[in-house]
């Protein structure tokens, strides 16, 4: 699909809303829309006009990279530019994106506005862009398959260097030179190597604790590869498990393969959440599961849908995420088992291959 039919969507979805134009600042919303990748510029989308607003830093970037739009320069700051951008635009309602704009920049732009002679109003959107970005098209699959392929070569990369003794910083390091020598652009998220009792705080930092014999070493990892994310937990154990292991790593992926088994389209994201929290409560570690089943990837490493207790969102044909329940048990230790799927055909397709302890 093109940046036109993007846009035709984009603009369809204002028309339902009745908006008549939107100001894009949401750095992933602007490159999907857009392709211009740069760190700074806003775009300006109405029935007639595609508008990227970029300073001198960017024109030339923005030229190649965004064919469809006209490109205008943004000389100062946004109170000096803005009320350039939309002069001559005769608009009534303009669109912002209230789940990325400040309360400040919000209070600025308002303040513009009133100071004008034209009647623009800003009208609050949310969401809009990122539903669009929800459903991926084959070329984006395709560029989540190769950042899911570096992942996974990482995590048997890992498992092969790994060993009793090392810290959870140096497996970090040796994780992340290992993507990034295979091609992933950046690392898409802080990578999250915990061991022992660390492994109990879902989102802990890899420290200088060294791995231990018997005890749970979750690493949390991706890649991206043409601004696509991947996003990959295994949960390993060197020598010989401890007593709690079995029961904790059984129900975790026992949860994860029951609910990639069982997800059809058109379920919500709650019932999805449901699917596999239902087995981890029957093992009576309901408390220990304490974040949501899992979340969209693409442009971002977390995005729509989500996937967890009350999530409205319908999952749809087309929509990659990841399914990763965890247990945590403070003082002992977490399992986690992450992987990414794609819904089609009406099921879902793991897109991850990496090998998982007992599967
Ligand atoms: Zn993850
Ligand atoms: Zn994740």
Redesign the pocket.
Known sequence: MSIKDRLQKLRQGLAEKKIEAIFISQPENRRYLSSFDGSSGYLLITPQNTILATDFRYIEQAKIQAPDYEIFPAIGGIVDWFPQLVAELNLTKLGFEAGHVTFARYQQLSDILNKAPSQLRLIPVDGLVESLRAVKEPEEIELITKAVEISDAAIEYIENTVHIGMSEKEVAWEIEKFIRERGSETIP?DF?VASGPNSALPHTKPSSRTIQSGEPVVI???ARVGGYSS???RTICLGTPDDTFPKVYDTALRAQLTAMATITEGMSGGQIDNLARKVIEQVGYGQAFGHALGHGIGLA?HESPRLGPNSADKVTSGMVF?I?PGIYLVGWGGV?I?DAVVMENGKVRAISKAKKMGA
């Open positions: 998220f999250i949390d990892i991706g996003d990959l937990t490493s990841t990763e986690r992450e």
